[in-house]
């Protein structure tokens, strides 16, 4: 009989077809009300497959006693609680090694996009507005200060791009990162005074949240840009929007968000903002190695064998 597993949010449908093959796949999101598909399946699941901003909550954990494992289509676990999943002998999973390319790239991306006013001149020449006029001049990327807080994976190849823009590269961490020749900081706003694009790169949870705050945000300044590929949860997200509206910074380039898909419409109206819809990741290749790496990890699960990329 297939393992019967519980599927928290879509995946790439060559992915979730694999998924089909070898478990029995019961998908809540997929029905107007979820609860009785859930209170009808919950005594026979054994995995939960979600998302890194999905999660899986305690109280849905507590409901599942066959369950073994959550494995992440992602690498963050903010939305888990190890502790309770530990206790209950639950494993989990992420997707780690596969995904911190893609999100660097988005950090990048996001950094030019602003900078360099890439979205609003877009929308600008497509209103005809080159037609009668011109735009204001942008600001270089290339020779500037970086702000890098969390030096994980994903802070190191941000790191590793900036260099290819000769930027000087200074990173926050408690505690300094062995063997990495950029400078460390050990206070957010002490990094953010000393740079001209502040880039979050931390885990989420709540070792972080409102980690950026008004001082860091007022230590960035007027002509400093931010950029968050992180979680929402690190910024003070009120604060970050009043800092913009104010304009005590000079932009920020956004692809997570506090309560996603839910964003501050105060947002919409600034021309120095470039907001994206939480897809660092979301490329056909990345998913693609990331939807492997849940299946590899199930697969090993229910063999008996050693999870390829469990939860340090
Ligand atoms: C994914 C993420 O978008 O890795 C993570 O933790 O947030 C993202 O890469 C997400 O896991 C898919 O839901």
């Not at 970086?146 to 790191?159: F, P």
């Not at 008004?214 to 604060?239: C, K, Q, T, Y």
């Not at 920020?252 to 939480?278: M, N, Q, S, Y």
Request: aromatic share 4%; charged share 20%.
């Amino acid at each position: 009989m297939k393992p019967e597993i519980l599927l928290i949010e879509p995946m790439m449908a060559e992915i979730e077809a694999m998924l089909d093959s070898a478990y029995v796949v019961h998908r809540p999101f997929a029905v107007s009300d979820p609860e009785p598909l859930v209170a009808k399946v919950a005594p026979n699941i054994r995995a939960i497959v979600t998302g890194g901003s999905s999660g899986a909550s305690p109280a849905l954990v507590a409901r599942l006693p066959q369950l073994g494992i959550i494995a992440v289509n992602g690498v963050g676990t903010d939305k888990i609680d190890l502790a309770d999943a530990r206790a209950r002998g639950v494993r989990v999973t992420i997707t780690s090694g596969v995904l911190a390319d893609d999100v660097a790239d988005q950090a990048i991306a996001l950094m030019l996009a602003v900078s360099k006013r890439i979205v609003v001149n877009d929308r600008f020449v497509r209103a005809g507005g080159w037609l009668t006029g011109n735009v204001p001049l942008a600001r270089k990327i290339s020779g500037k200060r970086i702000g890098i807080l969390g030096l994980g994976n994903i802070g190191r190849e941000i790191a590793r791009r900036a260099e290819g823009f000769a930027m000087e590269i200074s990173y926050c961490t408690r505690t300094p990162v062995a063997g990495v020749p950029y400078r460390h900081v050990a206070d957010p706003a002490t990094l953010a005074r000393d740079v001209d694009i502040l880039v979050v790169a931390t885990v989420g949870g709540a070792g972080t949240k409102g980690l950026v705050d008004r001082r860091v945000l007022d230590a960035l300044g007027p002509e400093g840009f931010i950029v968050n590929i992180a979680r929402g949860s690190v910024i003070d997200e009120a604060e970050l929007v009043a800092a913009l509206v104010e304009k005590r910074i000079a932009g920020a380039g956004l692809d997570v968000f506090e309560a996603e898909p839910k964003i501050p419409e105060a947002l919409f109206a600034l021309d120095t903002v470039v907001l994206a819809p939480h897809q660092a990741g979301a490329t056909i290749e990345t998913r693609t190695a990331m939807g492997r790496l849940v299946l590899d990890n199930l697969a090993a699960y229910f063999e008996g064998r050693e999870l390829p990329t469990p939860v340090a």
